[in-house]
Nanobody, 122 residues
Framework: QEQLVESGGGLVQAGGSLRLSCAAS??????MAWVRQAPGKDREFVSA????????LYEASVKGRFSISRDNAKNAVYLQMDSLKPEDTAIYYC?????????????????WGQGTQVTVSS
């Protein structure tokens, strides 16, 4: 059975860094992504990566600050978050799919983790 489990969230001051991890099981997913949801807001695409790691996409507000990577041997995907801002505060979800039309279409990811809280204080 496919499962995604996130870890690495926490409380950090503005300007700090966190590294999120997502451990997948059940299969190697071709596309994996990070999606976040802030209180009172809709889910927002953050970043995605293809299974070879050569194709990546970032939401504009995180480009240059966040970096997505994956280790297929460990069946895991990571999100390195640097220069964090209070507006990055959200629950961060790992999502996966075997096929997507667009990396940033969150509705195309059929597998989701339970989420990990990231809180950035000012």
């Amino acid at each position: 059975q496919e499962q995604l489990v996130e870890s690495g969230g926490g409380l950090v001051q503005a300007g700090g860094s966190l590294r999120l991890s997502c451990a997948a099981s059940g299969r190697i997913f071709r596309y994996m992504a990070w999606v976040r949801q802030a209180p009172g807001k809709d889910r927002e695409f953050v970043s995605a990566i293809d299974w070879r790691g050569g194709g990546t996409l970032y939401e504009a507000s995180v480009k240059g600050r966040f970096s997505i990577s994956r280790d297929n041997a460990k069946n895991a995907v990571y999100l390195q978050m640097d220069s964090l801002k209070p507006e990055d505060t959200a629950i961060y979800y790992c999502a996966a799919s075997q096929s997507v039309g667009s990396y940033n279409e969150t509705g195309e990811y059929g597998y989701w983790g339970q989420g990990t809280q990231v809180t950035v204080s000012s």
